[in-house]
């Protein structure tokens, strides 16, 4: 694992649909790349709308000297996934090595490995990694329609049957409870896929009786209840009020207008950008793995960096006092 950030310099390598709506992108990196676990993440320099700023992609395995991210193009895309489908052959590009925050424990007895859309992307890494090393394991991929599933073939190759897929078009959906009661006392299970899948999960862990350290888990901080729409916040304490539009974070928003906000993984994992909510004329659309599922449901805190208003207006405090 590496703590520390390094950026480097990057040469598109290669670009491939994988999917109806997911590319590949291979770059070539200047310097030495040290060997990644998977799992591990690269950050992006990227432009959107004349600045620049980071977005965040998990790496995949990739060929000496590369690192490689898959990116689905988000019809809401606030900026991320348009700049990097916009990128060809032989750009430069600025990226990090990668780190890791969503390890894999080579010690389980057996691994189920579920994904859910672009959650594959952690996965893919994990499952060839663990097939590799002779793993006892099992992996189920879900998604809205065959077409949207990318690395199938190479899975297959890899898993053979331990793969199976579950085309919601089809009707098909991962049986959660079933998967947990098959799996043995030692196993642990990887997840990645949109916070609903998430949450179903951990309640369908708990109700197993299993304990909550071997669900492991990351999810894309895009996947909420609702759609995304434009909504309002006023800052408590300071003259300010904000509107969000759809194609950005209310975080994003905060700092344009000039709050001084702190935060780091803009994921909604570390949750130093979370603000507490005062009013708020519309449902929080919580997006984040930091808060509790209590206090979600209190509705008093949320993570500006993903979360969301459902519409309307909000009064949040950011900690601001003259
Ligand atoms: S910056 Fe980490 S949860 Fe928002």
Redo the contacts with the bound molecule.
Sequence with gaps: MRNRVEWRDAKVAAIRQVAEDVRRIDFAVEGQVPSFDPGSHSNFRVSINGGTTNRTYTVLPAASGHIAVAVKLHPQSRGGSRFMWGLEQGQAVRLTLPENRFELNWRAGHYLLLAGGIGITPIYGMARALAARGASLRMVYAARSRGLMAFVDELHDHLGDRLTLCDNSQGQHIDLDAEFAALPADAECYLCGPIGMLEAAKAAWAAAGRPISRLRYEVFGDSGLFAEQTFTVDVLNRDISVSVPPDQTL?EALVGAGVDMI????????????VSVLEAGSEIDHR?V?LGAEEKAEGHKM????SRLNGGRAVIDVGYRP
């Design positions: 975080l935060y780091d993984c803009q994921r909604g994992e570390c949750g130093l950008c979370a984040d930091f993570c500006s960096c993903v």
